[in-house]
């Protein structure tokens, strides 16, 4: 007789896998669009609600661009690309992309720290925008090819990340005011002579600031390098070594604010400037003509 539990089986196993794909299809479209309509600064970006006077990049120190504060003392209007841990070639991606989609921005600000160290675990986080960026596909596939694959086997894989969490936070949010609102406790401070924060310079990565430079020189662009305040009495080890080879490689002077903000209250941390700190430091580059 015909022995039906192989071919019930079988049917079981199709339509089990077929549910799971069909549902990891539809959650990545519905996350997608949740990216999509997000307030988040690279949603805004890929959606056509970016375009600014001013455009401003770096690491987690370029978030003392404090947008709200660089229009009022401008006039002019800003978007900011900087996230925490953004190396440099993330950097010229999303300043690349930028300059495909918006006319040229008069001004863009870059602080040459994030040309310390790749971030490999950061730039597979930018999954989520691969459908609006071949440069940022390409991108990862160079960075983790593993990632790169898993995000083509599955749609869900692709909102697995921190930047997808962000994306989530300011659904219905500006994410202009992005500063440290905070005073470095007394206790740290008093430490401050013991710490210290090593540079890891790359060259791959001053390639790609000199990239960028070039890139948006031949827009018409203005641009400023600058390192931004740190706490007083800490030691960042090699950063004259950065600041001499971003010059050499871009031909432009890099303004040195490392040490302009005197006052420990400024900080959040040792890195850091509060929101006090990041308005007496963009003064400052008002002052200086670093800002039009």
């Not at 160079?142 to 697995?160: E, K």
């Amino acid at each position: 007789t015909f022995n039906s539990e192989p071919m019930k089986h079988t049917i079981w196993f199709l339509a089990f896998f077929l549910v799971l794909f069909a549902g990891d299809r539809l959650g990545g479209a519905w996350m997608q669009k949740q990216t999509d309509d997000s307030q988040f600064r690279y949603s805004r970006l890929y959606d056509a609600r970016a375009g600014a006077d001013i455009l401003l990049l770096g690491n987690s120190r370029g978030l003392a661009f404090y947008q709200p504060r660089i229009e009022a003392i401008t006039g002019l209007s800003t978007f900011n690309l900087s996230y925490n841990g953004l190396p440099m070639d993330l950097g010229k991606v999303l300043t690349l992309d930028y300059l495909d989609r918006y006319p040229a921005p008069g001004t863009l600000v870059i602080d040459i720290t994030a040309c310390d160290r790749p971030n490999k675990s950061l730039i597979t986080s930018f999954l989520p925008y691969t459908a609006h960026s071949q440069r940022l596909d390409t991108l990862i596939h160079q960075a983790d090819t593993s990632a790169w694959y898993g995000a083509r086997v599955s749609a869900l894989f692709r909102f697995n990340n921190e930047v997808f969490q962000r994306a989530l936070y300011y659904r219905n949010r500006s994410d202009a005011d992005w500063l440290l609102d905070r005073v470095i406790a007394p206790q740290l401070l008093a430490n401050v002579a013991q710490e210290h924060y090593d540079l890891d310079i790359s060259d791959y990565l001053l390639s790609q600031l000199a990239e960028t430079v070039a890139a948006a020189q031949a827009k018409g662009v203005r641009v400023q390098l600058v390192i931004g305040p740190y706490c007083p009495g800490f030691r960042v080890l090699n950063l004259d070594t950065l600041k001499t080879a971003a010059e050499q490689i871009t031909g432009l002077t890099v303004h040195d604010y490392r040490a302009a903000l005197t006052d420990p209250g400024l900080f959040g941390d040792f890195m850091h400037p509060n929101r006090k700190g990041a308005f007496a430091y963009l003064d400052l580059l008002k002052k200086d003509g670093v800002l039009p």
